[in-house]
């Protein structure tokens, strides 16, 4: 059984670069079953997919943040990396990291998630 | 189209059975999965595939696709159910991930 815990500071300034690390235990991020994946979630409001990776390929990210965001894996450390960069208030969320077991779109292990906020 | 639409709420009496829908045209390719998020908690992954459920998901919960509408049906609701729910798929392309706005379930 998977665990996935963030990491990160939980307060940005506008226009700096959110950096956030997903630390997976239970199993090797390196494994070709799993998707790794990120979502967030603005205070009182729904999910938002950021973007999926995958150990044999490229990443994929939602068209709105594209221009944006990145996702990386290190398989030294068994962790995966959410970057996002010219913050603004509108990204304040709770973000999390979650994993998906052989479809890119079901998320079966998540973890506790993390609240950022983008604030001067 | 890369959109999920839910209703924003449904409630259902104690032990009666209720069903939330999620509509998109990927759905007629993919599969949704669907998701029970409570205050202060993550996202729980309660129902994928054509009618699968996780280890420990009680047998209440049943899916089923009709079309381009996903549905996730609770059969005698109980108390713990109250909750906002979820469903995703991948988008008509296959390579990006959707999600609904959510429906908050409240048992009355």
């Known amino acids: 059984q998977l665990q996935l815990q963030e990491s990160g500071p939980g307060l940005v300034k506008p226009s700096e670069t959110l950096s956030l690390t997903c630390s997976v235990s239970?199993?090797?991020?390196?494994?070709?079953?799993?998707?790794w994946g990120w979502i967030r979630q603005p205070p009182g409001k729904g999910l938002e997919w950021i973007g999926t990776?995958?150990?044999?390929?490229?990443?994929y990210y939602n068209p709105s943040l594209r221009s944006r965001v990145s996702i990386s894996l290190d398989t030294s450390k068994n962790q995966f990396s959410l970057k996002l960069t010219s913050v603004t208030a509108a990204d304040t969320a709770i973000y999390y990291c979650?994993?998906?077991?052989?479809?890119?779109?079901?998320?079966?292990?998540w973890g506790q998630g993390t609240l950022v906020t983008v604030s001067s | 189209s890369s959109e999920l639409t839910q209703d924003p709420a449904v409630s259902v009496a104690l032990g009666q059975t209720v069903r939330i829908t999620c509509q998109g045209d990927s759905l007629r390719r993919y599969y949704a999965s669907w998701y029970q998020q409570k205050p202060g908690q993550a996202p729980l992954l309660v129902l994928y595939?054509?009618?699968n459920r996780p280890s420990g998901i009680p047998g209440r919960f049943s899916g089923s696709t009709s079309g381009n509408t996903a549905s996730l049906t609770v059969t005698g609701a109980q108390a713990e159910d109250d909750a906002d729910y979820y469903c995703n798929s991948r988008d008509s392309g296959g390579n990006l991930v959707v999600f609904g706005g959510g429906t908050r379930l409240t048992v009355l």
């Open positions: 595939g054509r009618d």
């Open positions: 239970g199993g090797p991020i390196s494994s070709n079953s799993y998707y």
């Open positions: 979650a994993s998906a077991y052989s479809s890119a779109s079901t998320f079966d292990y």
């Open positions: 990776i995958f150990y044999s390929g490229s990443p």
